[in-house]
């Protein structure tokens, strides 16, 4: 473990270069840095050093059993790194990455298995983001790297939440304020002619023009989708707004939209996600929403679902796993 953790403003329009180079030749060292991705911050270990990597499951408290992603660049030979590059593989890659999707495909020899969890196949994605792009470029190796936040825990959408879980427990915060897209990255398992959703994410499923088979929450090939995940600490519900029931009587903090705004009955606060026609907006501040709620001890937080299609199913995914699956009224 650090005893102390530095933080360093950077700005991806204009990127200090010694910067970029100091942070890489802490993870080429062996030391983790949390870094910005167009998602959520991520924290970053040299993908090939096994320490590194058993590092990061330990100062996030995860469970050895759920492996983690890899992130390369665009233009990183991959050989060795993935053992095949399909030609699914290569189209999906050409026409979403740099981007929010996450590949899983058979696992290569220069890849650990401690990173895959003891799986054999591997997690990988190219994030875009000036920052990320630069610190892997500099790096020239996969950087193997979960959400920077305590397991179970809402991922950080800024560097504040990542110090609020990870001050002491990481060498470095590269700070480049709010990440924009919000949310995780869509993970699919590539099969021959087909795709296996394991993720719903930012990238909206329909956008891959590709056959999409909803994974199974049984699926052991998904390891990390746990019911309860992504929790704030106040205890929480969902409510579907094709199934209005009473709130309880105790009151609490509403999460709605800007077009079901309404009274709110005694000791309930009415609290706006943004607009449901405008999700992109909702995605990127739900998380910062939910620490900061949750700072404030409200005695529970219902939420209401979106029941839209597109990123609608990831952010509704993201609010019920934050209620443990609680349904209001269900
Ligand atoms: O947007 C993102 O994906 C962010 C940023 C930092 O890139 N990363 C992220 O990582 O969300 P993490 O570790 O919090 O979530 C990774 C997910 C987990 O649900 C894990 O189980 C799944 O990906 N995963 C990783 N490797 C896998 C594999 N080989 N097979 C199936 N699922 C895998
Ligand atoms: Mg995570």
């Not at 993935?82 to 890849?111: D, K």
């Not at 699919?188 to 056959?211: K, M, N, Q, T, Y």
């Amino acid at each position: 473990m650090s005893f102390v953790t530095i933080r360093v403003r950077v700005d991806p329009d204009n990127i200090d270069g010694g910067v970029i180079d100091g942070a890489a030749d802490l993870l080429r060292g062996g030391g983790l840095v949390a870094f910005p991705t167009e998602t959520v911050y991520g924290l970053g270990c040299l993908a090939e050093d096994s320490v590194a990597v058993d590092r990061v499951f330990a100062v996030k408290e995860r469970p050895q059993h759920d492996p983690l992603i890899i992130h390369v660049t665009r233009s990183m030979d991959l050989t060795g790194v993935v053992a095949e590059q399909s030609a699914l593989f290569r189209s999906l890659a050409a026409r979403h990455w740099p981007g929010p999707l996450t590949m899983v495909v058979p696992r290569g020899p220069r890849i650990p298995p401690t990173v895959t969890a003891g799986l054999a196949t591997v997690a990988i994605r190219a994030p875009a983001h000036p920052i990320a792009e630069a610190l892997i470029e500099a790096v020239g190796a996969p950087v193997a790297a979960p959400s920077a936040n305590l397991f179970g825990r809402v991922s950080p959408t800024t560097a504040d939440h990542v110090l609020e879980d990870l001050a002491g427990r990481c060498d470095l915060v590269l700070d480049a304020g709010d990440t924009t897209l919000g949310i995780e990255s869509t993970v699919v398992r590539l099969e021959s002619d087909h795709v296996v959703v394991l993720r719903h994410g930012a990238l909206p499923v329909d956008e891959l023009d590709v056959e999409c088979i909803e994974g199974s929450a049984r699926d052991s090939e998904s390891p990390g989708q746990a019911v309860r995940h992504y929790s704030p600490l106040t205890p929480m519900a969902v409510m579907d707004p094709r199934n209005r029931v009473p709130l309880p009587p105790d009151g609490g903090v509403y999460l709605g939209y800007d077009e079901t705004a309404r009274p709110m009955p005694e000791g309930w606060e009415f609290f706006p996600l943004g607009s449901r026609s405008s999700l992109p907006g909702v995605a990127a501040r739900l998380y910062r929403v939910l620490r900061s709620i949750d700072g404030r001890q409200p005695t529970m937080i219902v939420a209401e679902l979106t029941s839209r299609a597109g990123l609608g199913r990831a952010i509704d995914d993201r609010l019920t796993r934050a209620a443990s699956g609680h349904v209001l009224g269900a």
